[in-house]
């Protein structure tokens, strides 16, 4: 049951405003964020490959905040998952998240505010291995601003082919990166993320790309197109394709970050993959790791035979 977090305000210590700042932007599935931080960066992969050089307008800021003193509360958390604590406080939602607080208490958190100039929080003394905290970033801001922009986060590889993003959803282990790979080999397709796609609704029609969370992959793309289906994989020796009805709710729903603890957040989510699997077709693919495989899916999809 998602708690109710309206009523719940606490106040925060805020450390004094940094004299220096270093901006830059990132932009992927057609998003753009600035990050303001309190000196310059030698910036992981993750965001060295989508930096973008025009930023005038961003679709939400992000101002990096070092704490010499923890953040203080004056009421309970709204929600705890054991990792993080989730704050209602008087400027919008705060997300701390405890595996990364400091011994002296200060934390890793997240601010996030209706207007989208939010504030992210690092232990000043522990500035200068920031580099650790990034692997955090989608539990911290990320699930929070997509909401905001008709977007979700959906534990699947994705590639380009024919200017169409054809998606491989499934549990850890199921073979996404594998049939990604398999694709890029037989089809020529173009690996755009390896772990978690964006999906978002962009005037009804629904596009899935690349983000800064790609698990293991390695694989950090800008790019975002047009969704022509979605395949979840089971793994089999031989090679057989249906397609999904009532069961492609469920299948996909399983897969997405969620934050149930947000009834806004679900509300948005749910509703967003209810009316993508109006145009958006779902398939279950049994599969083995070969060149037929990829044939059976494309066809499917696009209607034709693999070109050779």
Same mark, same amino acid.
């Given at each position: 049951? *998602?708690?109710?977090?309206?009523?719940?305000?606490?106040?925060?210590?805020? $450390?004094?405003?940094?004299?220096? #700042?270093?901006?830059?932007?990132?932009?992927?599935? %057609?998003?753009?964020?600035?990050?303001?931080?309190?000196?310059?960066?030698?910036?992981? #992969?993750?965001?060295?490959?989508?930096? @973008?050089?025009?930023? #005038?307008?961003?679709?939400? =800021?992000?101002?990096?905040?070092?704490?010499?003193?923890?953040?203080?509360? =004056?009421?309970?958390?709204?929600?705890?998952? +054991?990792?993080?604590?989730?704050?209602? *406080?008087?400027? +919008?939602?705060?997300?701390?998240?405890?595996?990364? *607080?400091? !011994?002296?208490? @200060?934390?890793?958190?997240?601010?996030?505010?209706?207007?989208?100039?939010?504030?992210?929080?690092?232990?000043?003394?522990?500035?200068?291995?920031?580099?650790?905290?990034?692997?955090?970033?989608?539990?911290?801001?990320? !699930?929070?601003?997509?909401?905001? &922009?008709?977007?979700?986060?959906?534990?699947?590889?994705?590639?380009?082919?024919?200017?169409?993003?054809?998606?491989? @959803?499934?549990?850890? %282990?199921?073979?996404?990166?594998?049939?990604?790979?398999?694709?890029?080999?037989?089809?020529?397709?173009?690996?755009?993320?390896?772990?978690?796609?964006?999906?978002?609704?962009?005037?009804?029609?629904?596009?899935?790309?690349?983000?800064?969370?790609?698990?293991?992959?390695?694989?950090?793309?800008?790019?975002?197109? $047009?969704?022509?289906?979605?395949?979840?994989?089971?793994?089999? =020796?031989?090679?057989?394709?249906?397609? &999904? =009805?009532?069961?492609?709710?469920?299948?996909?729903?399983?897969?997405?970050?969620?934050?149930?603890?947000?009834? #806004?957040?679900?509300?948005?989510?749910?509703?967003?993959?209810?009316?993508?699997?109006?145009?958006? $077709?779902?398939?279950?693919? *049994? @599969?083995?790791?070969?060149? !037929?495989?990829?044939?059976?899916?494309?066809?499917?999809?696009?209607?034709?035979?693999?070109?050779?």
């Amino acid at each position: 049951m *998602t708690p109710s977090a309206s009523t719940h305000r606490s106040v925060l210590a805020l $450390p004094p405003d940094m004299s220096q #700042e270093y901006s830059f932007c990132i932009r992927f599935s %057609g998003i753009t964020i600035r990050f303001i931080a309190p000196t310059a960066l030698n910036l992981p #992969e993750c965001i060295t490959e989508l930096l @973008c050089c025009n930023c #005038e307008v961003a679709d939400a =800021e992000y101002r990096i905040t070092l704490l010499e003193s923890p953040l203080s509360f =004056e009421n309970a958390p709204v929600y705890t998952d +054991g990792n993080s604590h989730i704050y209602e *406080t008087n400027q +919008g939602r705060l997300r701390v998240y405890f595996p990364l *607080t400091e !011994e002296d208490g @200060c934390q890793v958190a997240c601010l996030f505010t209706p207007e989208r100039k939010n504030t992210l929080y690092y232990p000043a003394k522990r500035w200068n291995h920031y580099r650790k905290y990034w692997h955090c970033a989608h539990l911290l801001w990320g !699930e929070m601003l997509l909401m905001h &922009l008709d977007a979700f986060l959906l534990h699947s590889s994705v590639v380009l082919k024919d200017n169409k993003a054809v998606l491989f @959803c499934g549990e850890s %282990g199921a073979g996404k990166s594998t049939q990604a790979d398999l694709w890029k080999t037989f089809a020529n397709a173009e690996i755009i993320n390896g772990d978690r796609c964006v999906i978002r609704n962009q005037n009804g029609v629904f596009f899935g790309g690349g983000s800064l969370w790609s698990g293991t992959s390695g694989i950090y793309s800008p790019l975002s197109a $047009p969704i022509a289906g979605i395949i979840t994989l089971k793994k089999g =020796e031989n090679n057989s394709i249906r397609k &999904l =009805e009532a069961e492609a709710f469920p299948a996909l729903f399983s897969q997405i970050t969620l934050n149930l603890w947000d009834e #806004e957040f679900m509300h948005n989510v749910t509703g967003n993959l209810l009316l993508m699997l109006q145009s958006v $077709p779902v398939w279950e693919l *049994t @599969c083995d790791k070969s060149r !037929e495989a990829v044939s059976l899916a494309y066809k499917t999809i696009f209607s034709k035979e693999l070109p050779l």
